[in-house]
């Protein structure tokens, strides 16, 4: 219902044109081309440590030795880092739900509840509302940082940065002429985003797109049922693989494994009640028969993070569902933003807001641990259709199309949670902001090389453990 005083029709849309023509005063958008460190920047080592402080001590080297492979691996492992970098820089005042560590890995193909396959983001742990700009400068330095990896040239890491930003305006400027419904129905359809970049690609480059198509419909549950379970006496049990695996059974300290079970069957509880009623419904139809912890990720490794093995109507009728904890987003403390009474569910709400789809498990839950401390968790399926890119076999041509998707995608979950017209007048027609973040993912990749260099250091001197797994 419209309020008595307020704009309506073409007047309503001019003033949100105009209000994102004015953030460009606030915030140029050539200004968004540079990046130099602040001269009160934290050292990295301890940005990293702080995290490091609220995780399991006996897993924090496992998240070093990942983050030290290469300095893509770092810089999946330091979106703590880069918000303390992006918090202090003049913002757009444009918010949107940012994901909050959209890096071009955290974009991939999913399963939707209808079972079809759509691309979309894919990792919520740090979601926030936030300046537009913040996504998009990561996922920006991300393509900069794969193509060196490859060893790209200048050049070549250049298009890639201008093909995901110019993807990323352009259909900003689609979202603005949309209706609001159609804005949200919008979808990324696997099949339809093939159609159209065949046009684009070579022989070579259509086989492996749909190579990566039939292999993320593989990647269901019950391959993953296949690989991390085993037949046992007692009937299907999860699959011990120390220190990445440990069923809670094989808990060496039985306080610990018991305090841990009592935990986990309260985090199922809470879990289920914030799930719709028919979701309720079908969870009820498993009874749950194994935990286990489990590492994950780089970012997130030390979090805990169980996976629980529910059966259905016999061994061969599973649910796997994953437990993960949510802490607070590394994006919070730089916005000056909400706080949250409960991490999961922000990163439940946040991921609802974004994704055009979710998991139907999608839930999350509070518990006080059996040490007495408060943990905040979500919990979706372990795996459903999930296709997972991989940059290090990418040619120019192929990551540069990766790039148009990934900005593409980027900019429909922005629309979802924020205004697409402020925005679109924002960036405008012509590609001002395209050449800036350029400017700034080469600046940006210069720095996390610099900060990858400083973690070698500090393990080389013994300041911080490391373990290779």
Sequence with gaps: MTAPNALTGSAALADRAAHGRNARTRAPRSGHGVFAPAPDRPDVIEVLERQSATRLPELVPIRYGRMLESPFRFYR??????????????????????????????????????????????????????????????????FVIAARANGFAAREQDDAVRTCVRAYRERMREFAGMRTLDVWYAQDDADQMRALLAYAMDKKGRRRTAEATARARTRTSLQAFAQLTRR??????????????????????????????????????????????DRRHLLRRYRLVDLARKVVGVGSVGTRCWILLLLGRDDDDPLLLQAKEAQESVLAAHTGGERYDNQGRRVVTGQRLIQTTSDIFLGWTHVVG?????????????????????????????????????????????????????????????????????GFAQAYADQNERDFAALGEAARSGRIKVAEL
Aim: contains cysteine.
């Design 77 to 142: 492992g330091a979106a703590a880092v880069m918000a303390t970098d992006l918090g202090p820089l003049p913002d757009t005042g444009l918010r949107v739900q940012l994901c909050g560590d959209a890096h071009l890995l955290n974009f991939r193909l999913l399963a939707s509840p209808e079972r079809h396959l759509v691309f979309d983001i894919n990792d919520f742990d740090e979601t926030f509302p936030g300046p537009f700009e913040w996504d998009v400068k990561r996922l920006a330095a991300s």
């Design 232 to 277: 046992t006496p007692e009937g299907r049990r999860i699959a011990a693989d120390p220190p990445l695996i440990i069923p809670l059974r094989d808990l060496q300290d039985r306080t610990t494994r018991e305090g841990e079970d009592k935990e986990l069957q309260t985090l199922l509880e809470g879990y289920a009640r914030t799930l719709p009623w």
């Design 370 to 438: 059996f040490d007495g401390r408060d943990r905040d968790f979500y919990v979706r399926q372990l795996r459903d259709w999930k296709g997972i890119a991989r940059p290090d076999t990418m040619e120019p041509a192929l990551l540069n199309l990766f790039g148009q998707v990934c900005g593409a995608s980027l900019a429909r979950a922005h629309a979802r949670s924020g205004d697409p017209v402020a925005l679109a007048a924002y960036l405008g027609g012509g590609d001002r902001f395209d050449r800036a973040l350029t």
